[in-house]
């Protein structure tokens, strides 16, 4: 059965440095997507990645693909504190309608 | 333009009864998927209709079952709740048509199984 693993689990990381948070998945997949989640608050659509190599950007996020290895990587840069939030990438089963979740990165920004 | 409406916003029951949630799709989409997110995890997939049928389902009994409208509004029911049942549950919308497109979010029902 698919599953999806990210890390690191927490981050707490300063105002201006960057980070990437990584997201593995153990079996074909070509569809992932990145979520944003504030406490107590639903998901936010962050970005859609289709195919192998895609990358989207923005403003400090930027999202990658690679179906070879089966990960996806968000990047942070120069952070800043309204970023702080858990982060969740998605990944949409082969020949499924079923996303799976990863566990999420929690994200906090210290000023 | 509306986006993913979920009622109620909160709800208490306690073991053994029965519970309805409901949701709106964002205007334009046509299929309705349901999450269960517990405390501190992230959202499980608990299936999913489109064209008011069960297109996909995650792993979850058959406590769990649902419905969709023919104006594309769905309900999830949960029978004979157990204390685990506490959850957050998360309506998303999206377009059938593909499988790649866009899952919008509703706002959730916080569930307290007492």
């Known amino acids: 059965e698919l599953k999806v693993e990210q890390n690191p689990l927490f981050l707490s990381m300063q105002e201006g440095k960057n980070y990437t948070i990584y997201c593995n998945y153990s079996t074909t997949s070509d569809r992932l997507y990145w979520y944003r989640q504030d406490p107590g608050k639903s998901l936010e659509s962050l970005f859609v990645?289709?195919?192998?190599?895609a990358v989207k950007q923005e403003g400090r996020l930027m999202a990658s693909l690679d179906t070879k290895a089966r990960l996806s990587t968000l990047h942070i840069t120069a952070a800043v504190h309204d970023l702080s939030a858990t982060y969740f990438c998605?990944?949409?089963?082969?020949?499924?309608?079923?996303?799976?979740f990863g566990t999420g990165t929690r994200l906090k920004v210290l000023a | 333009d509306a986006g993913v409406t979920q009622s109620p916003t909160h709800l208490i029951k306690t073991r053994g009864q029965q519970v309805t949630l409901r949701c709106s799709p964002k205007s334009g989409h046509d299929t309705v998927s349901w999450y269960q997110q517990a405390l501190g995890q992230g959202p499980q997939f608990i299936f999913q209709y489109y064209e008011e049928e069960e297109r996909q389902r995650g792993n979850f009994p058959d406590r769990f079952s649902g419905h969709q409208f023919p104006n594309y509004s769905s309900e999830l029911n949960v029978n004979a709740l157990l204390l685990g049942d506490s959850a957050l549950y998360l309506c998303?919308?999206?377009?059938?048509?593909?499988?790649?497109?866009?899952?919008?979010f509703g706002p959730g029902t916080r569930l307290t199984v007492l």
């Open positions: 998303a919308s999206s377009l059938g048509g593909r499988r790649s497109d866009e899952q919008f």
């Open positions: 990645l289709l195919s192998n190599g």
């Open positions: 998605a990944v949409l089963a082969s020949g499924t309608y079923k996303y799976i």
